[in-house]
Structure formats: structure tokens, C-alpha cells
């Protein structure tokens, strides 16, 4: 079990918009500690999308954007396309535990 | 260009010892905090242990404290793994990453390739 809970998975249309969800507590996300989160594609290593809540590195298209609100987090992207599909995963620190923590991770399909 | 290259993984028994490398180059290591990440086939990520800029401040996992050391050489833009008492469920692709500062505990800003870790008797 993760301290950080993601939806196993999410799909949708190329040209639509999706949210992956990261749910959280007070020893973390809720204790104020930034979330970012990261794309893996099958095979090769996490690249970062969104860093400090909301921020995204050079290179990343303003498709993919994030919002954190109490205990959670979301990451959104609009206008699927097809290259989208991949492994997502939020971070966290965790107080408690001093120590970084994912997600599960969310699987997306592009249908 | 930011490169991290992982090296030392391989076949070990369970109860030995391992010890894994990570050569970096195109920053100035000494500035920046280093993780280790981990991948069980067909699993999500698990942080493993980091390390601040000057080994000063250093977290671990509780699945590998006590038998994981983390440690960097910033003469050699170097970190390192050592693993002991190694277990079938430490079996994993290894990911050494560069933090986005001097202190751990924020993002991992840049990701090596991995090495794969596999323990089988």
C-alpha cells in the first residue's frame, strides 16, 4: 500500500482531458510538503512533469497541468494525444515516515 | 548535459552483499542531493534512500534501513549503494537521480537509466 493513493488507471479519447488524482494526509501532502509528479513510459526512466505543485519544466507541454488542495493532488492533461501513454506518478514528502514517497502510480490509455 | 550512469547490478544470492555506482557528470555534483529509486518488475517507484550535498543529512526506507548505505564521493562525482543482506523482494531496476538542490526530500530532477538488481538463490 502506498502512502500516496493514485487511480490504477485512466483512459480517454485522443483530444480529451483527464485528471489523475493523488490522494494524501496530514503527514504529507496536508502537512504543506510540495507534490510533483513524473511520466514514465514503458521501458524507459521517470521524467519529471510537474514540479513544486504546479510547475513544469522546460519541455513539457502546457497540456499537462497540477493543483494541490489539502490532502490531494491532481495532475491534468487536455488534448490527449496518443504519446501521452504512459505510467504516472506523484511524490511527496512524508513527515512521518522522513521520507520521500510515491504513488502507486496511474497506468493512462489513449484510446 | 546531465548524465547519470548506474553501474554494479547483477545476479546475487539472498544474504549477500551488493554494492552499486552511479557516475555523473555535466553538473557540479557537490552542489546537488542524490537519490537511489527502485523498480520491482511490473511495480511502481520506491524511494530508497538520499542523500544532501554534503552527506550531512541522509534518509532511508524503512524496507532497506540497516542493511542499505548510501554514500558519495563529490571528489568523484560518484554515489554509491551498498547493499547487504540482500533479500528476493530487493530485486528491482536501481535508478540513480539528482535532486533539484543541496537538500533531499524535494524532487528528483534528473532520472539515470537504471541497473537491474536481481536476487535468486
Known amino acids: 500500500q502506498s502512502v500516496l493513493t493514485q487511480p490504477p488507471s485512466v483512459s480517454g479519447a485522443p483530444g480529451q482531458r483527464v485528471t489523475i488524482s493523488c490522494t494524501g494526509s496530514?503527514?504529507?501532502?496536508?502537512?504543506?510538503?510540495?507534490v510533483h509528479w513524473y511520466q514514465q513510459v514503458p521501458g524507459t526512466a521517470p521524467k519529471v512533469l510537474i514540479y513544486v505543485n504546479n510547475y513544469r519544466p522546460s519541455g513539457v507541454p502546457d497540456r499537462f497541468s497540477g493543483s494541490k488542495s489539502g490532502t490531494s493532488a491532481s495532475l491534468a492533461i487536455t488534448g490527449l494525444q496518443a504519446e501521452d501513454e504512459a505510467d504516472y506518478y506523484c511524490q511527496s514528502y512524508d513527515s512521518s515516515l522522513s521520507g520521500v514517497v510515491f504513488g502507486g502510480g496511474t497506468k493512462l490509455t489513449v484510446l | 548535459e546531465v548524465q547519470l550512469v548506474e553501474s554494479g547490478g547483477g545476479l546475487v544470492q539472498p544474504g549477500r552483499s551488493l554494492r552499486l555506482s552511479c557516475a555523473a557528470s555535466g553538473f557540479r555534483f557537490e552542489d546537488y542531493a542524490m537519490y537511489w529509486v527502485r523498480q520491482a518488475p511490473g511495480k511502481g517507484l520506491e524511494w530508497v534512500s538520499g542523500?544532501?550535498?554534503?552527506?550531512?543529512?541522509?534518509g532511508y526506507a524503512e524496507t532497506v534501513k540497516g542493511r542499505f548505505t548510501i554514500s558519495r564521493d563529490n571528489a568523484k562525482n560518484s554515489l554509491y549503494l551498498q547493499m547487504n543482506s540482500l533479500r528476493t523482494e530487493d530485486t528491482a531496476l536501481y535508478y540513480c537521480a539528482r535532486g533539484d538542490s543541496s537538500s533531499w526530500g524535494r524532487y528528483l530532477e534528473y532520472w539515470g537509466q537504471g541497473i537491474l538488481v536481481t536476487v535468486s538463490s
Open positions: 542523500m544532501s550535498w554534503n552527506s550531512g543529512s541522509i
Open positions: 496530514s503527514s504529507n501532502i496536508g502537512a504543506g510538503y510540495d
